[in-house]
Each structure stands twice: as structure tokens, then as C-alpha cells.
């Protein structure tokens, strides 16, 4: 009489943990496959790259991107000089052009009211009805000053945006001395013609 063959697989007590199932006997056990590492490559067995080949070189850096020209005074300095040019051309014409036309006026003004002097009362009381005669010459020296101002005003401020902006930076400080040295040349030339035309109409200087 043969024994029966004890259970594989006793059960567990109450209460207790029990062990896994064992496979049965005689059965092989499967090794489950191994995954490769992550990130690496592995070439198959038995293959073997061929002859001459190298494997390709890493990628280098990228190439620097091509330089732009700096802002700032490197871009400014390339920057027209127009506006400095016409700002002293300006200041030239308000200073020059207006003293010259006022000293003209300036002059026949004294030489034509020369004679009213010699006629006003003693106790030195002004008649501007000596000017009739030389309204037009006086018309003129007014028409040159408000000329002169205007111009002048105009180069002041081209001859200081020119000087920040570097857009012709030498001739607009000219123009900002010229254009402030104005007014002054134009006051000087015109008190010195309007003497000497009075002593020229007067004869006081003959």
C-alpha cells in the first residue's frame, strides 16, 4: 500500500502568514529578461562595426552670432552733422545779418534826425516828429532786431539739441556762443552808428 504524498502547500494556521505557492515540481522556472539601462545603447551580439569606421564626434559649441554694432556713442558719432552746420549758420545770419541791417538803420537814423536835435526846446523836451524823416530807416531797425531775435532763438535751441545728440557737436556750441553773443553785438553796433550818425548830421564832429 503506497502513502499518499503530503500536500505541497500546507494551510496556513489561523491567524498566521503563509509562504507563496511553490511552483510544482519538475516545472523550470522562468528568469525574467533584464531591461537594459537607461541611456545606453547595447549593440546586438555578434555584431562588429565595419572596417574604417569611426563613430560620430559630439557636437561642438555653436558658432558666436555675428557681432552688432554697440548703441551709444559708437552709433551717435556716425550720426549726419547737419544739425550742427545749419544751427551756426543760423546764429551767423541772427548776429551778423541783423547787427549789420541795424547798424545801417542805426546810422541814418543820427544822420537824419541830426538836424531835428538842433531845433528842440531848451529845457530838452523830446519831439518824436523829428524821426518823421527817417521812419522807413527806423522801420528798418525795428524789422531787423525782431528778425535777429527770432533766428537767434531758432540757432540757440538747433546749437543745443545738435551739442547733446552729437549730431554736429563743434559747430552747434559755436552756434549757442554765437547765437547768445547776439543780442549784445546787435545793442553795441547800433548805439555806436546811431553817435555817429547824430554827430554826423548835428556837425558836431566837423
Keep these: 500500500m503506497t502513502t499518499p504524498d503530503a500536500?505541497?502547500?500546507?494551510?496556513?494556521?489561523?491567524?498566521?502568514?503563509?509562504?507563496?505557492a511553490a511552483p510544482p515540481f519538475g516545472v523550470p522556472q522562468s528568469?525574467?529578461?533584464?531591461?537594459?539601462?537607461?541611456?545606453?545603447?547595447?549593440?546586438?551580439?555578434?555584431?562588429?562595426?565595419?572596417q574604417?569606421?569611426?563613430p560620430p564626434q559630439g557636437y561642438g559649441m555653436p558658432a558666436a552670432p555675428a557681432s552688432t554694432?554697440?548703441?551709444?556713442?559708437?552709433?551717435?558719432?556716425?550720426?549726419?552733422?547737419?544739425l550742427g552746420v545749419v544751427a551756426l549758420a543760423l546764429s551767423l545770419?541772427?548776429?551778423?545779418?541783423?547787427g549789420l541791417l541795424g547798424a545801417i538803420a542805426s546810422f541814418n537814423i543820427g544822420l537824419g534826425?541830426?538836424?531835428?536835435?538842433?531845433?528842440?526846446p531848451v529845457d530838452g523836451t523830446w519831439d518824436w516828429s523829428i524821426l518823421t524823416p527817417v521812419r522807413d530807416w527806423v522801420l528798418l531797425g525795428e524789422v531787423s532786431f525782431w528778425i535777429g531775435t527770432v533766428v537767434g532763438v531758432a540757432a540757440?535751441?538747433?546749437?543745443?539739441?545738435?551739442?547733446?545728440?552729437?549730431r554736429g557737436r563743434g559747430p552747434g556750441i559755436a552756434a549757442i556762443v554765437v547765437a547768445a553773443l547776439g543780442p549784445i553785438v546787435f545793442g553795441g553796433?547800433?548805439?555806436g552808428f546811431v553817435t555817429a550818425g547824430l554827430a554826423a548830421g548835428t556837425g558836431i564832429g566837423g
Excluded at 156 to 166: K, N, S
Design 52 to 54: 574604417g569606421y569611426a
Design 69 to 82: 554694432p554697440p548703441s551709444g556713442r559708437a552709433t551717435q558719432v556716425g550720426r549726419s552733422g547737419t
Design 31 to 50: 528568469t525574467p529578461p533584464v531591461p537594459p539601462a537607461t541611456g545606453a545603447y547595447a549593440p546586438p551580439q555578434g555584431y562588429a562595426p565595419p
Design 7 to 20: 500536500p505541497q502547500n500546507p494551510p496556513a494556521a489561523p491567524g498566521g502568514w503563509a509562504p507563496p
Design 93 to 98: 545770419v541772427a548776429t551778423v545779418g541783423a
Design 189 to 191: 553796433l547800433v548805439q
Design 113 to 120: 534826425a541830426g538836424k531835428g536835435l538842433a531845433d528842440l
Design 156 to 166: 540757440l535751441v538747433q546749437g543745443i539739441v545738435a551739442t547733446v545728440t552729437r
